[in-house]
């Protein structure tokens, strides 16, 4: 038994995603359902890092002696996450704009007034 590790991280992006997604579900407010989705997403990437992340490697970023291919963690998870942080971001924004518009239209951002505006 050389180490004893727990999940923690992975455990913590279950609980976090579980917040998100009962956040977009609950709330008539679009800018509360579009924290819930970035708190979903944040969840993601926790645990797809926390996937990637091997104990006892270092990052593949080689200083000094060449520690060959067991002694780094895989990049790739960790750059597949940044072009999802990037997709996110622009999700967001996107959302954003159209909150506002919405706004501008109906006068408010529940979402339950909108549909009885539109007759929905």
Known sequence: MERLFINYFETGA????G???VTLLLHNNLIKKIIGMNIMDT????F????GYIPGREAPIIQ???KGAAGYINPVPSALMLT?????VSITAFALALTIKLHEKYG???LDQIMEMRGD
């Open 108 to 110: 408010t951002i529940e």
């Open 64 to 66: 000094g002696v060449h």
């Open 48 to 51: 797809f890092i926390a996937k």
């Open 43 to 46: 969840a993601i990437f926790l």
């Open 84 to 88: 999802g942080i990037v997709v996110a």
């Open 14 to 17: 279950i609980i976090l995603f």
């Open 19 to 21: 917040v998100g997604f």
